[in-house]
């Protein structure tokens, strides 16, 4: 995860006027909504004119759907980059699962809420691509799942219910982790590996609760 | 769970004109989210002139302080009275718990879905007063885990991790589930009972898979 963009949800590199349009833009929104946000609310957080804005995008619709677009490849690619570099172990391969999800959603905590609460503004045909690349995020924990039980690694009869909660609990995190509470990211990570182990009914962990 | 409110997020009897408000509030805020949505969108869904939801509510910050509230409250009363009614078995207490806060987030999915996504859009002091009872909730799921590691019954060392995961992926379930999909309500709360007690480190369960 060395790298990582941190609160910039830009897969690749970005002009700089495009780069800052998209973290004003999360963040305005992240506070007012996109209904509640205008171009010109971006415009300003962003420190630009809102003709300047329009010179990158052709609308705030344009806005969001880059926002989203770029987030989820970019965890699709940091997942599959995740899972080259992990090995055959299921064991292991869920465990970088876990610390993937886990870490790029606190890289951009502000980021994954407006993902999960703007969905419903994402304008087809946009919205259904979006929906197939996160159904893909979400087959990449069920092959890995799925592989573990098959080889009688992972115990559970529940593989399917079983990596879908995983994801879900590991993207929740980004709507309660506090950078300044008692845990740190790296920690959280050690801790959801091991719970996410014992929810597969997984082998017996060596202490890295952290 | 018998008697539940479906689709009406009030805990107790209301006026017709107020929970029918309540529920066009729900509906369009789903779609248009809280800062894209006006007294009058709210009003001419009930079937009301702006002026009659006036009578009721006095702002539409009222409206919305009034949906969450409720759904809060409802969502404590039965949680309490399912452990009431569970006995001191920390398993039964557990299975309890994830018994009412999946059927709970199905019967409103889309209220879940405004209560989470619109808590940014509560004032104070109501935004706090919600959260607080948000952390009494998860301080039950915290208690009823960390009685049955005491008592030995659930062995994980994660006890507070475990309990909060458990309460996101079921709150979780109302982002995803389908009333159409391959499985019922009742069928996933049999397999989430599972996977939590697989989480928390319970003991080998009999055959409930649904």
Known sequence: MAGAAGSDPTARPAPVGEAAILQAAIAVMAE????GTSVRDIAERAGLSAGALYHHFASKQEVLATIMERGIKALLSRTR????????????????LVEVQILFHLQDQRGTLLG????????EPVRTRHLAKRAQQQRLFDAV???????GVFATPLASEASRAIVVMCTGVAAWFSPSGRLSGRQLVARYQRLALAMVGGPAPEDDTG
Chains 1, 2 share one sequence.
């Open 145 to 151: 799942v799925a592989d573990g039980v098959e080889r």
């Open 32 to 35: 007012h909504g996109y209904h």
């Open 81 to 96: 980059t995740a899972l080259d570099g992990a090995g055959d172990d299921p064991v292991a391969r869920l465990r970088a």
């Open 116 to 123: 999960t609460s703007e969905l419903r503004a994402l304008e």
